[in-house]
């Protein structure tokens, strides 16, 4: 794989990864292959992605619909999730901050769900399109609904989670990125006990 050109072996890497670790020795031989093409290796290394997605989605299609679900099905609980937890803020049993906290539960839970159930081979995916859905649903349906720009939020004086836009960032990533540890060390301890 050495005499490779460089998009030719990320490729055959995109390919490995998408494959996962039970593919290994199909990625093996692919890389041969694409070695022994010669000229044509770019396009042997394509077509090595594709057979990789194809492969991928035959195993692991329910899996994938399911992580592809659990966003939508996470931003649409918070339409029912909000009026509890408004709720219990007016009644004065949790404050703004444990409000704006509390609101993120659907999506941490989803986050854990995501981190638990993607396997071994596009876990970064699965996760890096839950967090789109979280950050970007919102601000397009609110642009939308309210006919104002999405970037709204981004502004210096916007509030996330009732802080201050960099402290509000910072306390939302920390949540959803414990919501993934957290995920990934039920799946960890679920593998160790089967």
């Known amino acids: 794989m050495s005499g490779l050109n460089p998009l030719t072996r990320t490729l055959l890497r995109l390919a490995n990864w998408i494959a996962g670790e039970p593919q290994a020795n199909w990625s093996a ?9 010669g000229s044509h290796g770019l396009s042997w290394a394509l077509g090595c992605v594709g ?16 992580l592809l679900a659990f966003p939508i099905v996470a931003y649409a609980s918070i339409g029912l999730w909000i009026y509890p937890v408004t709720w219990a803020m007016r009644a004065d049993w949790i404050g703004p901050m444990g409000w704006a906290v509390a609101l993120q539960i659907p999506y ?20 890096a399109y839950a967090a789109a859905v979280i950050l970007l649903l919102p601000g397009i349906v609110f642009a939308v609904l309210f006919d104002k720009s999405p970037f709204l939020f981004l502004q210096p004086e916007a509030n996330w989670l009732n802080l ?19 995920g990934r060390l039920l799946r960890r301890m679920n593998l160790r006990t089967a």
């Not at 031989?29 to 093409?37: G, K, S």
């Not at 201050?164 to 957290?182: E, H």
């Open 29 to 37: 031989a692919m890389a041969a292959e694409t070695d022994a093409a």
């Open 51 to 66: 057979a990789a997605l194809r492969m991928r989605l035959a195993t692991d299609w329910k899996r994938i619909a399911l």
């Open 108 to 127: 941490m839970i989803m986050m854990a769900l995501v981190a638990r159930f993607s396997g071994n081979g596009l876990p970064v995916l699965f996760i």
């Open 164 to 182: 201050p836009r960099n402290q509000g960032m910072a306390l939302l990533a920390a949540l959803l990125a414990g919501s993934v540890v957290a």
